[in-house]
């Protein structure tokens, strides 16, 4: 089955860039996500990328995606404290219906 | 506002109880899931569907049925509730193309 993993922690100083990796295996995604996920709230949706592109840029988040290496990039720029979160990358499946399938997620932590 | 609305936000139950999750979304999505989160596990797809009167399993579908009998709702039943099922359960819609995505702020359940 499909399996998408992620680090666990990441933490970075205020106004650096964050960069989250996500590795995934099903080579017939059509979207991949970003969402962020803060303490004791649901899932936001940040940004997502088809599949046959490389590259998305939306303000501060750059999305990077090498479909060879089943490779998914989530650059943060000037990171904030308010950035703090769980980040989760998700494929959705082919087919009908929005399965999606999600990372462990990515403790991020921002220090002043 | 718009989006997705979930209740209750908490409850506790004994094992071997029932009780309905319920779900509406007011955005005419087609599309609607549901998922558990689990400490270090990420979000797992219990049911989803892809309209009113369809639906289907997701990757943890045991012990729990759905219905889809208008666009708007979508409640998750557990049968007989068991310890295992002690999660944090989160419903989402979505655009059929997928661009749209929206999750609910979650019900957190504890089965004792």
């Known amino acids: 089955g499909e399996d998408v993993e992620q680090s666990l922690f990441l933490s970075v100083r205020e106004g650096d860039s964050s960069v989250i990796n996500c590795t995934y295996t099903?080579?017939?995604?059509?979207?991949l996500y970003w969402y962020k996920q803060e303490p004791g709230a649901g899932l936001q949706l940040l940004t997502y990328?088809?599949?046959n592109m490389d590259m998305k840029q939306d303000q501060r988040l750059t999305v990077l995606l090498n479909k060879k290496d089943k490779h998914l990039s989530l650059r943060i720029a000037d990171t904030q404290t308010g950035d703090s979160a769980i980040y989760f990358c998700?494929?959705?499946?082919w087919g009908g219906g929005n399965k999606l399938t999600f990372g462990t997620g990515t403790q991020l932590k921002v220090e002043l | 506002n718009a989006g997705v609305t979930q209740t209750p936000k908490f409850q506790v139950l004994k094992t071997g109880q029932s009780m309905t999750l319920q779900c509406a979304q007011d955005?005419?999505?087609?599309?609607m899931s549901w998922y558990r989160q689990d400490p270090g596990m990420g979000l797992r797809l219990i049911h989803y569907?892809?309209?009113?009167?369809?639906?289907d399993q997701g990757e943890v579908p045991n012990g729990y049925n759905v219905s889809r009998s208008t666009t708007e709702d979508f409640p998750l039943r557990l049968l007989s509730a068991a310890p295992s099922q002690t999660s944090v359960y989160f419903c989402?819609?979505?655009?059929?193309?997928?661009?749209?995505?929206?999750f609910g702020d979650g019900t957190r359940l504890s089965i004792l």
């Open positions: 989402a819609s979505s655009s059929a193309s997928g661009t749209d995505q929206h």
């Open positions: 955005m005419n999505h087609e599309y």
């Open positions: 569907s892809v309209g009113a009167g369809i639906t």
């Open positions: 099903d080579s017939s995604s059509t979207y």
């Open positions: 990328i088809f599949s």
């Open positions: 998700a494929e959705r499946q």
